[in-house]
């Protein structure tokens, strides 16, 4: 059974302000609790419609009716358990090989599909200006599909950082005009920014980019303006690391 004061945390925590208030964030679906599980993050509490799906103490399980789940479950379709972690503690960046910053993502859907590309690309850190949506909101959380586990994210001043690294790492962006990413030479090492679904990466941030790569359009009827930016990412990645390859 789930309590009043349960169901209130749980819906609570789909805001921002009380993921931080409560330090608490809540994970959907068997596959993504486990893997929250297996790296070690801290449960709060767990409710779920089949018992003995996870190795934890039963003190922190609730046994829970489907109905009970759909109403403080975030998704459309409840997927037979909801957890609340605990948010652990923010990880410095070490800015060994490449490390992608993201300048002013705002859809929940392409960063958390960013995190997972990070995740296939063997990228492990990413950086985030404090305009991004947060890592912990309960969309992002399932669509990293458990990849969130394997990344250290870092929110911060993302000018700052940029204007700090700059000395010691080449920073690459991505703009229309840009030199076409399909004919370079990419290292491995280095930053790369992406920019903001509808604008792209900010003047203040365009300033301090040292290489500006494109992705060239093959269609002959050239009316789409840009790539979604999860999309660009996985190109932009992609062509980072085959390029280390050679």
Same mark, same amino acid.
């Given at each position: 059974m789930v309590s009043k004061s349960q169901k209130k945390l749980i819906k609570s925590l789909y805001q921002k302000k009380y993921r931080?208030?409560?330090?608490?964030? /809540?994970a959907e679906g068997k596959k993504v609790i486990h893997e929250l599980l297996e790296a070690n993050l801290k449960l709060h509490s767990l409710f779920t419609i089949h018992e003995d799906l996870f190795d934890i103490s039963k003190r922190l399980e609730y046994k829970i009716t489907e109905d009970e789940l759909k109403q403080i479950?975030?998704?459309?379709?409840?997927?037979?358990?909801?957890a609340i972690?605990?948010?652990?503690?923010? %990880? @410095?960046?070490?800015? $060994?090989?490449? /490390?992608?910053?993201? $300048? $002013?993502? @705002? $859809?929940? *859907?392409?960063?958390?599909?960013?995190?997972r590309l990070c995740d296939w690309f063997g990228i492990t850190e990413l950086v985030c200006s404090l305009q991004t949506v947060d890592c912990y909101n309960p969309k992002v959380v399932q669509a990293t599909m458990g990849s969130i586990t394997r990344v250290t994210i870092v929110y911060t001043d993302l000018e700052q950082f940029l204007k700090k690294e @700059?000395?010691?790492?080449?920073?690459? *962006?991505?703009?229309?005009?840009?030199?076409?990413?399909? &004919?370079?030479?990419?290292?491995?090492?280095?930053?790369?920014?992406?920019g903001n679904e509808a %604008? *792209?990466? &900010? %003047?203040?941030?365009?300033?301090?980019? %040292?290489?500006?790569?494109?992705?060239?359009?093959? *269609?002959?009827?050239q009316k789409t303006e840009s790539l979604n930016v999860a999309t660009a990412t996985a190109i932009v990645l992609s062509e980072f690391k085959r390029s280390s390859l050679g």
């Open positions: 931080k208030q409560h330090g608490l964030f /809540v479950s975030f998704l459309t379709t409840p997927q037979i358990a909801l972690f605990y948010i652990p503690e923010q %990880n @410095r960046i070490q800015g $060994d090989g490449l /490390v992608l910053a993201l $300048d $002013d993502i @705002r $859809d929940p *859907g392409n960063l958390g599909t960013i995190i @700059r000395s010691n790492s080449k920073i690459f *962006g991505t703009f229309m005009g840009g030199e076409n990413i399909f &004919s370079l030479k990419l290292p491995n090492k280095g930053i790369i920014v992406m %604008n *792209g990466i &900010s %003047n203040t941030i365009e300033s301090l980019v %040292n290489q500006k790569l494109a992705i060239p359009q093959f *269609g002959q009827i």
